[in-house]
């Protein structure tokens, strides 16, 4: 048996095709636009994971830096008050403690650790700690001792700087 095909037939045998062609042209771009995006958000997740992973291996290695600064500093503290008291000590020996004292100072230099100046300056708690405040001719809250030197790392305040405070005039101390 055979079947006649008219011109009519096959030209929308031919339109449907066409259009199932079309449609699949279009999933097949949908699927391409789908895969494109979810590549493009793994690659920004992936760069945000390895700037992640870089900064905390830099605050890992900064904290560990910090913890030995610190201790490094106790060590400073018993060096400055021995060369205070050096003047009956022969000179080599005084001379050997000097050294000792300017090279740990070098290393806090390499360290970025700064001094915190706190004498004369106005109380700031977040430089400073308090230990006294008496009365004095100075205005008040002015730090007129240090009592122990305070130390910033990078412009992060390591340790406070323990002072001695004015209360003003006529106050009564404390």
Known sequence: MWVKMTEKTVETKAL???????AELAKAQSTIADYT??????????????KRVEKERKDFAGNASERLVVKLLLII???????ATLKGVPEEARKGIELISKNLHKILH???VEHINAV???FDPYKHEVL???ESE???DTVLEELQKGYT?????IRYAKVKVSAGKNSGGK
């Open 16 to 22: 449907t095709e066409a259009e199932l062609l079309k």
């Open 37 to 50: 995006d979810h590549l493009k958000r793994l690659q920004a997740e992936f760069e945000n994971y390895c």
């Open 77 to 83: 503290d018993d060096f400055e008050r021995a060369m």
């Open 110 to 112: 390499e360290e970025h």
């Open 120 to 122: 004369g300056q106005k």
């Open 132 to 134: 006294l405040k008496i």
């Open 138 to 140: 100075k205005s008040e």
């Open 153 to 157: 790392m990078n412009g992060k305040v």
